[in-house]
């Protein structure tokens, strides 16, 4: 069953519930009422003493050609011992409560019967204690009454199914008229499903939950779209970056084979060189898919936040730089400081920063480290960055044209920046005036 389909029924539902309570309670109302107005005309009924006296007269000849009252009203006198006067074919067997207000006082009995004899007519009476020994019961018919109430229950029965049918129509209506977003935001998603197409986007209006929805689902196929830029991105410069290493590896490959193929072999210098080329060219490959393994891993688990003691990750890559650096000092002054972040992640870019200082040092050279307030500065001696290529620094694969000599991938800084992201923080990278880079990381958190 469809969703429109469902909401119109609770709605036609819904409303039949309440049309039904208020004709039911309606039809108890009227009846009720009518019922008191019934019990106030007998309290009035007028019976006179020559009535009583010609009832008391006849009182045991049943006369069964008695007329009835056009209006449906009647009485009649109850003794002790059960006889009725004035009853004849339209009497109203009393009962036993009945029979004991004609030895004492008490209060009225008001019921329901049926008046035996031919006439079977259903009234409602009322006793009340007359004279000793004598009890006068009127009674009216309810006929008249139960008509009414028979057609008020007609009518109140077309009420509801009326606005149950318009319930329903009104219902069909709301639905298709409150579903419209769901069923536009549907369609979006199945054009999406079928063609791929991410840039497409709902039209939002207002702030309700289904406008909130196609806001999410816009939010949401942004992300996918730029998600999958960045993906073509990576795919695009990563075959960019291995094609080079890749014609090396292949043209020296070639060489060695042509060498042994046509029994002239290279020189043994000139081998040990090319080894060493191949060499060179695979540990950069292999650096280089390490690097977007790691990229890869960090953004996967950017949401898995622990909390971190950072001076203790930037001490341990401290410790690993002084071994890659043997010949370079390093001043450190660490104070505490807690992180919420990827332990992995900001582990990673504390080492990469570390090893672009020790990569750019000169032999002797002083690398800076200072962490204070949240707040983690390196610095080299190296020969610093223009400041036309600060801008780049950060991207993915671009490397300055003074460090394409030198081993590296260029994705070091690309993971620091999306390591320190990660933890909510950011990065900034500077040159001084007499050379030298400074590279700055702000964390937020708090001191241990």
Same mark, same amino acid.
């Given at each position: 069953?469809?969703?429109?389909?469902?909401?119109?029924?609770?709605?036609?539902?819904?409303?039949?519930?309440?049309?039904?309570?208020?004709?039911?309670?309606?039809?108890?109302?009227?009846?009720?009422?009518?019922?008191?107005?019934?019990?106030?005309?007998?309290?009035?009924?007028?019976?006179?003493?020559?009535?009583?006296?010609?009832?008391?007269?006849?009182?045991?000849?049943?006369?069964?050609?008695?007329?009835?009252?056009?209006?449906?009203?009647?009485?009649?006198?109850?003794?002790?011992?059960?006889?009725?006067?004035?009853?004849?074919?339209?009497?109203?067997?009393?009962?036993?409560?009945?029979?004991?207000?004609?030895?004492?006082?008490?209060?009225?009995?008001?019921?329901?019967?049926?008046?035996?004899?031919?006439?079977?007519?259903?009234?409602?009476?009322?006793?009340?204690?007359?004279?000793?020994?004598?009890?006068?019961?009127?009674?009216?018919?309810?006929?008249?009454?139960?008509?009414?109430?028979?057609?008020?229950?007609?009518?109140?029965?077309?009420?509801?199914?009326?606005?149950?049918?318009?319930?329903?129509?009104?219902?069909?209506?709301?639905?298709?008229?409150?579903?419209?977003?769901?069923?536009?935001?549907?369609?979006?998603?199945?054009?999406?499903?079928?063609?791929?197409?991410?840039?497409?986007?709902?039209?939002?209006?207002?702030?309700?939950?289904?406008?909130?929805?196609?806001?999410?689902?816009?939010?949401?196929?942004?992300?996918?779209?730029?998600?999958?830029?960045?993906?073509?991105?990576?795919?695009?410069?990563?075959?960019?970056?291995?094609?080079?290493?890749?014609?090396?590896?292949?043209?020296?490959?070639?060489?060695?084979?042509?060498?042994?193929?046509?029994?002239?072999?290279?020189?043994?210098?000139?081998?040990?060189?090319?080894?060493?080329?191949?060499?060179?060219?695979?540990?950069?490959?292999?650096?280089?898919?390490?690097?977007?393994?790691?990229?890869?891993?960090?953004?996967?688990?950017?949401?898995?936040?622990?909390?971190?003691?950072?001076?203790?990750?930037?001490?341990?890559?401290?410790?690993?730089?002084?071994?890659?650096?043997?010949?370079?000092?390093?001043?450190?002054?660490?104070?505490?400081?807690?992180?919420?972040?990827?332990?992995?992640?900001?582990?990673?870019?504390?080492?990469?920063?570390?090893?672009?200082?020790?990569?750019?040092?000169?032999? =002797?050279?002083?690398?800076?480290?200072?962490?204070? !307030? @949240?707040?983690? $500065? *390196?610095?080299?001696?190296? +020969? #610093?960055? %223009?400041?036309?290529?600060?801008?780049?620094?950060?991207?993915?694969?671009?490397?300055?044209?003074?460090?394409?000599?030198?081993?590296?991938?260029?994705?070091?800084?690309?993971?620091?920046?999306?390591?320190?992201?990660?933890?909510? =923080?950011?990065?900034?990278?500077?040159?001084?005036? !007499? @050379?030298?880079? $400074? *590279?700055?990381?702000?964390? +937020? #958190?708090? %001191?241990?």
């Amino acid at each position: 069953m469809s969703l429109r389909r469902r909401v119109t029924i609770v709605i036609a539902v819904a409303v039949a519930v309440a049309i039904a309570v208020c004709a039911g309670a309606s039809w108890l109302i009227v009846r009720d009422q009518m019922r008191d107005q019934l019990i106030e005309s007998l309290e009035q009924f007028p019976v006179r003493d020559d009535q009583v006296a010609q009832a008391l007269a006849r009182c045991g000849q049943e006369d069964r050609d008695q007329p009835w009252d056009p209006s449906g009203r009647g009485w009649q006198l109850v003794r002790s011992d059960g006889s009725i006067c004035q009853g004849g074919s339209s009497a109203l067997d009393p009962l036993p409560e009945e029979r004991a207000l004609c030895s004492s006082a008490g209060p009225p009995v008001v019921r329901d019967g049926i008046l035996r004899g031919h006439y079977q007519t259903p009234v409602i009476a009322q006793t009340r204690a007359f004279e000793p020994g004598t009890a006068l019961t009127v009674f009216r018919s309810t006929r008249e009454m139960d008509t009414s109430l028979r057609v008020l229950g007609l009518v109140l029965a077309g009420v509801c199914a009326a606005g149950v049918l318009g319930a329903a129509l009104t219902g069909r209506s709301l639905a298709r008229t409150a579903l419209r977003p769901v069923a536009s935001l549907t369609g979006t998603v199945e054009h999406v499903a079928r063609t791929e197409d991410l840039e497409i986007r709902i039209p939002v209006d207002g702030k309700d939950e289904i406008a909130r929805l196609g806001a999410a689902f816009n939010t949401m196929t942004s992300a996918l779209a730029a998600s999958r830029d960045r993906q073509r991105q990576l795919v695009s410069d990563a075959g960019h970056e291995l094609r080079t290493p890749l014609t090396s590896l292949r043209t020296n490959i070639d060489l060695l084979l042509r060498s042994e193929n046509t029994g002239r072999p290279l020189e043994a210098e000139a081998k040990r060189r090319l080894l060493v080329s191949v060499k060179e060219q695979f540990e950069e490959m292999s650096s280089l898919i390490a690097d977007l393994l790691e990229l890869s891993r960090n953004a996967e688990t950017a949401g898995a936040s622990t909390e971190v003691e950072f001076q203790d990750v930037v001490s341990a890559a401290v410790d690993r730089a002084r071994r890659r650096g043997p010949g370079l000092v390093f001043d450190v002054e660490l104070s505490p400081w807690r992180v919420c972040g990827d332990v992995r992640g900001l582990q990673r870019a504390a080492v990469n920063i570390l090893d672009n200082a020790v990569k750019f040092s000169p032999e =002797g050279g002083t690398v800076t480290v200072r962490l204070r !307030d @949240g707040e983690l $500065t *390196v610095r080299d001696e190296g +020969p #610093g960055i %223009a400041d036309e290529e600060l801008p780049h620094v950060f991207e993915r694969f671009w490397r300055s044209p003074a460090a394409r000599s030198l081993p590296g991938s260029g994705l070091g800084l690309a993971i620091v920046a999306q390591g320190v992201r990660a933890a909510d =923080g950011r990065v900034s990278l500077a040159s001084g005036p !007499d @050379g030298g880079t $400074t *590279v700055t990381v702000v964390l +937020p #958190g708090s %001191a241990a």
